[in-house]
């Protein structure tokens, strides 16, 4: 069974900084993109970042370009989110997902797996 356990959310001022970790269960984590979602009170789930099972390819939302970062350490089974600049709007819970197939671009990616959230709150 597939565990992913984010952490890092808080309450950060606007234009402050904050990473997020989702640490994977598993031996197989280096196979599979990953990726960092985020729900809004009252919106639906959007994308926000992806990175490749290898980690050379990463692709963003529109929202985030520049401000926020994903990586990988498939040695420590953990997947970041590094957000800086961050505004008002971009308070909500975050999740992690793992993609369903092996080897994947973070492009395409069946999400299956999901982490519990953890909440991200920027005070303006």
């Known amino acids: 069974q597939v565990q992913l356990v984010e952490s890092g959310g808080g309450l950060v001022e606007a234009g402050g900084s904050l990473r997020l970790s989702c640490a994977a269960s598993g031996r197989t984590f280096s196979k599979y993109a990953m990726g960092w979602f985020r729900q809004a009170p009252g919106k639906e789930r959007e994308f926000v970042a992806a990175i490749s099972w290898s980690g050379s390819n990463t692709n963003y939302a529109d929202s985030v370009k520049g401000r926020f970062t994903i990586s990988r350490d498939n040695g420590k089974n953990t997947v970041f989110l590094q957000m800086s600049s961050l505004k008002p709007e971009d308070t909500a819970v975050y999740y992690c997902?793992?993609?369903?197939?092996?080897?994947?671009?973070?492009?395409?990616?069946?999400?299956?797996?999901w982490g519990q959230g953890t909440q991200v709150t920027v005070s303006s």
């Open positions: 997902a793992r993609d369903r197939n092996v080897y994947g671009s973070g492009t395409h990616s069946d999400w299956a797996y």
